[in-house]
């Protein structure tokens, strides 16, 4: 075992360490760290414009505003899919009273 040196302590245990301490890294060694550094910044200023972009292009619904569908039936679909019968029950009966309101003040006239 060159340039090691073996230190035992108060537990019995024994410790292996380097007597060759770290001196720094060399000029290569940090340029390379830069380089690698500055295009990780790189990629991540990238995907963050993607990501405004992409948010910036799209409507309410969903799709892109380039889009000439309607999504209303996906995203009723959507909504009404994390229903429970409780919650049909209560809107149909919040509906079924505003249908009777709006028969009533047509039946007037």
């Known amino acids: 075992m060159e340039n090691k040196e073996i230190i035992i302590t108060e ?12 001196k720094g890294y060399s000029m290569e060694e940090l340029r390379y760290q830069r380089a690698v550094l500055a295009l990780r910044k790189e990629f991540c200023k990238t995907k963050i414009l993607q990501d405004i972009n992409h948010l910036r292009h799209r409507s309410i619904l969903g799709k ?9 039936g996906i995203l009723a679909k959507k909504l009404l899919s994390g229903l429970s ?22 039946r007037r006239k």
């Open 11 to 22: 537990g019995d245990s024994v410790n292996v360490e380097d007597t060759q301490q770290f």
């Open 64 to 72: 892109s505003k380039d889009s000439k569908r309607s999504n209303i």
């Open 85 to 106: 019968y409780i919650d049909y029950a209560l809107m149909g009966a919040s509906l079924f009273g505003t249908g009777k309101k709006i028969y009533r003040f047509f």
